[in-house]
Nanobody, 120 residues
């Protein structure tokens, strides 16, 4: 079993910055990738950014956040970070961390979500 804990959400004014953290814990698992998704009421959850944990692990971003958000990882801590700069009103959402582990195929584990609110 993998336990996923997010932190760092909050309220910020438009143009401001926030940093989200997501840590995966448990025993005997290998992370394939980690990423951040977000969801607003009435809409589907969407991918914000993802990062691979292998030696050639790359990153991917939603077009709406490219150039503003940066995802990074700490393999030893099994933690991923999302630095969010130049925040816009439309970035307001609940942000969820997804951990994909290797074991009998790929298994997905979600965090509980953290609220990000951007105000004018």
């Amino acid at each position: 079993q993998v336990h996923v804990v997010e932190s760092g959400g909050g309220s910020v004014q438009s143009g401001g910055s926030l940093r989200l953290s997501c840590a995966a814990s448990g025993s005997s698992f290998v992370i394939n990738s980690m990423g951040w998704h977000r969801q607003v009421p009435g809409k589907q959850r969407e991918l914000v950014a993802g990062i691979g944990f292998g030696s050639g692990g790359g990153t991917s971003y939603a077009d709406s956040v490219k150039g503003r958000f940066t995802i990074s990882r700490d393999n030893a801590k099994r933690t991923v970070y999302l630095q969010m700069n130049s925040l816009k009103l439309e970035d307001t959402a609940v942000y969820y961390c997804l951990v994909v582990v290797i074991g009998g195929g790929l298994q997905e584990y979600w965090g509980q979500g953290t609220q990000v609110t951007v105000s004018s």
